[in-house]
C-alpha cells in the first residue's frame, strides 16, 4: 500500500504486513511527523462465475472460420513517482515522549554574590597589606594625617631643641634655622619617626609647619642624633616653636 504524510505530503510505499490488520502509528523520514495509519481494507470476494446454457443446435451446420478477437491494450496511465519502501529506521512506531514537557535550563545561573563576596576579601588583605608596609616601611605621620590611630603611641624616644636662629639674607628675605637632638633613653632599639615643627601666634594657633626627616630611622639605646632645617620667610606672627614626632600632640 501507499502511505502518504498529512504535513509534508511525501508518499511510502510499503507492504501491507508493515501496518497489520490492526493498523499502527508511523512517522514521516522527511518532516518527522507521527500519525495513526489505519489497516487497508480487505479485498472483496470474487464473484461466482455465471455459466451460459448451452444452446441447442438445430443442425449441424458448417460454420466459418471466425479468427480470435485481439485483446484491446490499455495506454499505461501516468503514474507519480513512488519514493522506494521505507526502512524499518523511516517507519517506526512514534516514540513515547511528551512533546510539550518542559526542557531543562542550557545553562546554570551564575552566582554573583560568591563572586562580590570574593572581591571584597582580596580588596581587604589589599588595605591589610597596605597599612602594614606603612607602619613597618616608614611614613607614620602619613598615618596620622589620614586619621588612622596607628603609631599615635607615644615615643620613648626624646627631643631637645636649640635656640632659634632668624636671620636676615642679603636678599631681603629671612632665615628661619631649627636644630636640635633626638635621644633614646630606653633599653631597646627605636625606629626614629618624622618630626613635626610647627609655629603658633600669640594665641597658640598654628599659622606654619612643616616636617623635618631624620638622618638616620633607628637609633640604638642610650644613642643621639642631632637634626636641623631652615625655612625661609615664615610669618611675623609666629611667636612660639613646638617640636613633636609625627603622630604625637606636640610639647
Same mark, same amino acid.
Given at each position: 500500500?501507499?502511505?502518504?504524510? /498529512? ?16 493498523? @499502527? ?8 511527523? *507521527?500519525?495513526?495509519? $489505519? ?12 455459466? !451460459? ?7 449441424? +451446420?458448417?460454420?466459418? =472460420? ?16 513512488? @519514493? /522506494?519502501?521505507?526502512? =524499518? ?6 516514540? !513515547?515522549? !511528551? ?13 554573583? *554574590? ?17 597599612? =602594614? ?5 616608614? =611614613? ?21 631643641? &636649640? ?29 626614629? /619617626? $618624622?618630626?613635626?615643627?610647627?609655629? @603658633? $601666634? ?12 631624620? +638622618?638616620?630611622?633607628?637609633? &640604638? ?7 636641623? *632645617?631652615?625655612?625661609? $620667610? ?9 617640636? *613633636? ?5 606636640? &610639647?
Amino acid at each position: 500500500m501507499i502511505l502518504e504524510c /498529512p504535513e509534508c505530503s511525501t508518499r511510502y510505499l510499503v507492504p501491507d504486513s508493515a501496518i497489520g490488520t490492526e493498523g @499502527r502509528t508511523v512517522r514521516c523520514a522527511n518532516c518527522r511527523h *507521527s500519525w495513526f495509519q $489505519d489497516p487497508p481494507p480487505p479485498e472483496p470476494a470474487p464473484p461466482p462465475p455465471v455459466v !451460459d446454457p448451452m444452446p441447442a443446435f438445430e443442425s449441424a +451446420q458448417p460454420v466459418a =472460420a471466425v479468427e480470435p478477437e485481439r485483446p484491446a491494450f490499455l495506454e499505461p496511465a501516468a503514474i507519480p513517482p513512488v @519514493r /522506494p519502501a521505507a526502512t =524499518a529506521e523511516s517507519v517506526l512506531p512514534a516514540p !513515547d515522549y !511528551d512533546a510539550f514537557a518542559p526542557r531543562p535550563p542550557f545553562r546554570p545561573r551564575r552566582n554573583t *554574590s560568591k563572586r562580590w563576596t570574593v572581591i571584597a576579601v582580596l580588596a581587604g588583605l589589599l588595605m591589610i597589606a597596605g597599612v =602594614a608596609a606603612i607602619v613597618f616601611l616608614g =611614613a607614620p605621620g602619613l598615618l596620622a594625617r589620614i586619621g588612622l590611630p596607628i603609631g599615635a603611641q607615644e615615643s620613648p624616644l626624646r627631643l631637645k631643641d &636649640n635656640p632659634i636662629e632668624r636671620r636676615g639674607l642679603e636678599n631681603g628675605s629671612e632665615l628661619f634655622a631649627v636644630s636640635g637632638q633626638v635621644s633614646n633613653p630606653s633599653t631597646e632599639r627605636q625606629r626614629v /619617626p $618624622d618630626i613635626r615643627a610647627e609655629l @603658633r $601666634d600669640a594665641q597658640g594657633r598654628i599659622v606654619y609647619s612643616w616636617t623635618i626627616t631624620p +638622618q638616620q630611622r633607628t637609633l &640604638n639605646p642610650g644613642g643621639t642624633i642631632d637634626f636641623n *632645617s631652615a625655612k625661609l $620667610d615664615v610669618p611675623a606672627n609666629s611667636k612660639r616653636l613646638e617640636l *613633636s614626632f609625627a603622630g604625637e600632640a606636640a &610639647n
